[in-house]
């Protein structure tokens, strides 16, 4: 039977108890690891060799705005139908994490995501974490939440397909999709031309029409799902000087770490916006 978490106490017996080589996935090779802390691995990130590029960011908590302990979140790619787990690195020791992963319908809470497939599963630890799959080969966002405030129904994993785009000023803070690109696990770019800028005009990326997923019943624990200046989650607003037409693009490559090391956007001015002036005004 499933040994499932359900407080800090019962985390902490289990990394005494199931603290483990993780079974060998494929031969992939661990040695590559050297700091303490969570990363994606599997056959689903196709690579045999977990480096610090798989390492998973520290959370941060959108109702609060502040970095959340246990809390965990991570931008890649996944291959469709194969499996992958999180785990934890200590001093050499690594324990599994997974979840039986399934429908998270968060399509009616207020901001969040309607556009993408979000999955949800409750957290199991140990040799009997199972392992997770997507459906479908594209750029995922992870987030592990251990429950260290036992404020959450049970530790969780959430997984949530990544459909970038636009909300600000430009689509009067709707949103508008990037057009679909091929699928690479290292890096991708998507581009959108001819973005009418009013002056002094603001916006950011996010992805499925949403701000923000809701962890709790009660909103008191949020994952962003939205970038704005130095690529942060929860950034200010990105900003444009000029009124004009502008290409925008957003840059994903595998990295570690805090969000800005996977993405960087850039806004090229490209055009004018041409506006008829009636010559006598009343």
Known sequence: MKKV???????????????????????????????????VYGDATGSEDITADFGMAAGLNEVTAEKRG?????????????????????AGKYTNYGAELKDYDVKELADNPTLATVKRGELVIGEEAPAM???????????????????????????????????????GWGFTAFDSIA??????????????????????FAYGHGWKIQLDDAGNVKANTNLGMESLPNGANIKVEKAGLYTITLTYKMAGGDFKNSFNYNMEKTGTVETNVPENLY
């Not at 800090?8 to 017996?13: K, N, R, S, T, Y």
């Not at 005494?16 to 996935?25: F, G, K, R, Y």
């Not at 291959?79 to 200590?90: D, I």
């Not at 592990?144 to 430009?170: F, H, K, T």
């Open 5 to 39: 978490l359900m407080s800090i106490g019962a985390v902490a017996l289990m990394f005494a108890a199931t603290s483990c080589e993780p079974e060998n996935q494929g031969g992939v090779n661990f040695d590559e690891i050297t700091l303490d802390g969570f990363y």
């Open 70 to 90: 246990g809390m965990y979140e991570k931008y890649i790619v996944l291959e469709g139908g194969k499996e992958f787990f999180l785990v934890l690195n200590e």
């Open 133 to 171: 799959k997507v459906e479908k080969t594209g750029l995922y966002h992870i987030v592990l939440d251990l429950n260290n405030e036992s404020d959450l129904l049970y530790p969780q994993i959430i997984v949530a397909n990544v459909e970038w785009g636009v909300r600000g000023d430009m689509n």
């Open 183 to 204: 699928v690479n696990a290292k890096t991708m770019t998507w581009k959108m031309e001819n973005v009418d800028m009013r002056a002094n005009g603001e916006f950011k």
